[in-house]
T-cell receptor, first 115, second 116 residues
């Protein structure tokens, strides 16, 4: 079984500041992938970034980076230079690398960027 | 490419009614999924399919049925709707095969269903 925990229900951040969204996970399988999705108020799910359990380096995609600490089982999302358009729900998710690729989601963090 | 499309966008059902949520993808993805998202919660997997003719239960399958007769379509059937099925339903698809690193899931825009 796998479990994702996001402990921050909501966060308020000043525009242009960096923000870290926490995600911890629990699995006994050594082969897994971690995903972050953004859900704006319009409702769609937008893929942001991926980290594989065997990846040697932390993933980066533009202003998004993933602080992957395997021993602590954490995969925090870092958004640099936050923008008003970053206001949204953010979900952490994971799946096993081999098999049916089902995603398990956390409960999400609502991020609000303050101008 | 339209990606993943879902119809309808909104629907109100009475208790005991039935309906089918439609999902179509034009990316030739072999994997397709149905999730539900309750208010303030993450997504939970209802059913998934690894290819035409193959479906399997997810975390919360009770009250739902699916079929996958083609690669493109993956309809979700609600029989005897109940208030507990009030939720936003998302369809997603992904490609599993060689040459892809992480096979991210692409989501449709969602269907907001209310059962009264």
């Amino acid at each position: 079984a796998q479990k994702i925990t996001q402990t921050q229900p909501g966060m308020f951040v000043q525009e242009k500041e960096a923000v870290t969204l926490d995600c911890t996970y629990d699995t006994s399988d050594p082969s897994y992938g971690l995903f972050w999705y953004k859900q704006p108020s319009s409702g769609e799910m937008i893929f942001l970034i991926y980290q594989g359990s065997y990846d040697q380096q932390n993933a980066t995609e533009g202003r998004y980076s993933l602080n992957f600490q395997k021993a602590r089982k954490s995969a925090n999302l870092v958004i640099s230079a936050s923008q008003l358009g970053d206001s949204a729900m953010y979900f952490c998710a994971m799946r096993f690398l081999y098999g049916n690729e089902k995603l398990t989601f956390g409960t999400g963090t609502r991020l609000t960027i303050i101008p | 490419n339209a990606g993943v499309t879902q119809t309808p966008k909104f629907r109100i059902l009475k208790i005991g009614q039935s309906m089918t949520l439609q999902c179509t993808q034009d990316m030739n993805h072999n994997y397709m999924y149905w999730y539900r998202q309750d208010p303030g919660m993450g997504l939970k997997l209802i059913y998934y399919s690894v290819g035409a003719g193959i479906t399997d239960k997810g975390e919360v399958p009770n009250g739902y049925n699916v079929s996958r007769s083609t690669t493109e379509d993956f309809p979700l059937r609600l029989e005897l709707a109940a208030p507990s099925q009030t939720s936003v339903y998302f369809c997603a698809s992904s490609y599993s095969g060689t040459g892809r690193i992480y096979n991210e899931q692409f989501f449709g825009p969602g269907t907001r269903l209310t059962v009264l």
